[in-house]
């Protein structure tokens, strides 16, 4: 992954209509062209909203828009075949490919079931409300749309540890979290996120990772979906809410029996950085992590504009404490305006942003797809009122991927000497030159650098085009690189 680039490829509100696939295979040659070195696809399988489904309500993982399920036969992204002509046209062009393993719940069961069941608090996930009563729930997955082609695993309640819609003995319907009295008894699992006191619970069927017979169907399953995509990483969705001893065991299965060197990240979303690190100490650096707190450093620094102090930035972040298993981010289909996780980044500042984490030594970053190529989408507001969305492509986006490429090499040198004006050298290596990268959030700001004599008169220009004027250094290799108010340049010589 040495300058590698990941780019998610898709947001919440990506349209749908079945295009999607065929949308990838076209724009190909301009990730490549762009930079692109890995794409993170969206959830492939078919969700419960069949058609319209994200991805995330995950129903059939078998079902990649092949078959008649959920009043739809390709998902929102298009059919099968359309999707393993994407993955081989991205092929071609040496792009990598990262699946989105959704594996913490269920949604939209075939068949409900009679199952003992306690309602818990929602603020405290061990305390019950209430006594236990009898109830039903749609638990039972058997996807007669598929007919047991592939595998013929059926999920019942004993496949899960809660659910959050049930029909009380009364024939009330009602929402709420209720844990299941399943074979292991009446209580979540163990290892997940203690937000809520135990995090085990997010939505729909929740996965009971305890039932090996989970365990073996999923890694059945992943064996199935190499053999089929040759993917080389997957996206771990929810990993806050899933037994951590799960992952440990099912990455050395894929890593012993499917793919040596698949990559793994997964979306444990927490800003609190000592929690990342204990994830990452839990799971013995199996995956790699997205660095959330970093995301929301930029979400402050956007906000706070040049009452923000630069020089930490990347306080109490991974890619400063864990660099080699962070994966670097500006913003998500979580953060993105409407979203659960709202937490977007404003738009002056996202140039600054992705300096931060395409042109520096440390990170794998991942570009979101709307800075790329800009997103208009309507959702309803707090209000319930639709609300229209921009979402501009970023000016300098695409030429700061081609700067990583060609430039950000070599040892790193921080000039972090000025709350609203810093800087970094990367010195090159055999083949690269190196660049200084310098961005402000307030006024017009300069550093003083000093190359060495090897730079003698050197002159430099700003890749971006920032800035039209050049900086010519003097016999000492010493030079005033500028910035404009509240940007950022990428200096290099000039040939």
């Known amino acids: 992954m040495s300058n590698g680039i990941l780019l998610q490829s898709f947001h919440w509100y990506t349209e749908g209509n079945g295009q999607f696939w065929k949308e990838i295979k076209e724009k190909v040659e301009d990730f490549k062209k762009k930079g692109i070195t890995a794409i993170w696809l969206p959830p492939a399988h078919k969700g419960a909203n069949g058609g319209y489904s994200v991805g995330y309500d995950a129903y059939d993982l078998f079902d990649l828009g092949e078959f008649d399920q959920k009043n739809s036969i390709p998902t929102k992204y298009g059919t099968k075949d359309e999707y393993l002509a994407a993955i081989d046209a991205l092929r071609q062009q040496g792009i990598a490919v990262y699946i989105d393993a959704v594996l913490n719940h269920k949604m939209g069961g075939d068949e409900d079931e009679s199952i003992k069941m306690v309602r818990m608090d929602e603020n405290d996930r061990t305390q019950h409300i209430g006594q236990p009563f009898e109830g039903t729930a749609f ?3 058997t996807f007669p749309g598929r007919n047991k082609q592939y595998n013929d695993f059926v999920w019942d309640f004993q496949c899960f540890s809660g659910i959050d819609y049930i029909t009380d003995e009364d024939g009330n319907g009602t929402s709420g979290i209720f844990c299941i009295f399943n074979q292991y008894g009446d209580n979540w699992e163990d290892n997940v996120s203690s937000e809520n006191v135990n995090y085990d619970f997010l939505m729909g069927c929740d996965i009971d990772f305890r039932n090996p017979s989970v365990r073996k169907h999923l890694q059945d399953w992943i064996q199935w979906y190499f053999d089929l995509t040759k993917f080389e990483g997957i996206r771990l969705d929810a990993a806050k809410h899933i037994n951590f001893d799960f992952f440990i065991e099912w990455i050395d299965f894929i ?26 100490d839990s799971v013995e650096g199996r995956m790699h992590l997205f660095d959330a707190p970093l995301q929301n450093n930029f979400h402050i620094a956007s906000h706070e504009k040049n009452n923000y102090n630069l020089t930490e930035i990347f306080d109490n972040t991974l890619v400063q404490s864990h660099p080699d298993l962070t994966v670097t981010l500006v913003d998500n289909h979580d953060t993105q305006p409407l979203q659960s996780l709202e937490n977007p980044v404003e738009p002056w500042f996202k140039p600054l942003a992705y300096a931060l984490i395409l042109m520096r030594a440390k990170g794998y970053p991942c570009v979101f797809v709307p800075d790329v190529y800009g997103a208009t989408y309507t959702d309803k507001g707090n209000d319930g009122q639709d609300v229209e969305i921009f979402m501009p492509a970023i000016d300098k986006l695409d030429a700061l991927m081609t700067a990583r490429q060609l430039f950000a090499y070599g040892e790193q040198i921080d000039y972090f000497d000025h709350n609203n004006c810093i800087a970094w050298r990367r010195t090159g290596d055999d083949e690269k030159e190196g660049c200084i990268t310098i961005l402000s959030n307030g006024d017009e700001g300069f550093k003083d650098i000093t190359l060495g004599e090897d730079f003698a008169h050197a002159v430099f220009y700003d890749f971006l085009q920032n800035r039209q004027d050049e900086v010519q250094l003097d016999e000492q290799g010493n030079g005033n690189f500028l910035v404009n108010s509240c940007s950022v340049s990428v200096w290099v010589r000039k040939k």
């Open 255 to 280: 890593k012993a029996s499917v793919r040596s060197d698949c990559f793994f990240v997964g979306e444990y979303w927490t800003f609190n950085h000592p929690e990342l690190v204990a994830y990452i």
């Open 139 to 141: 638990t039972k997955f």
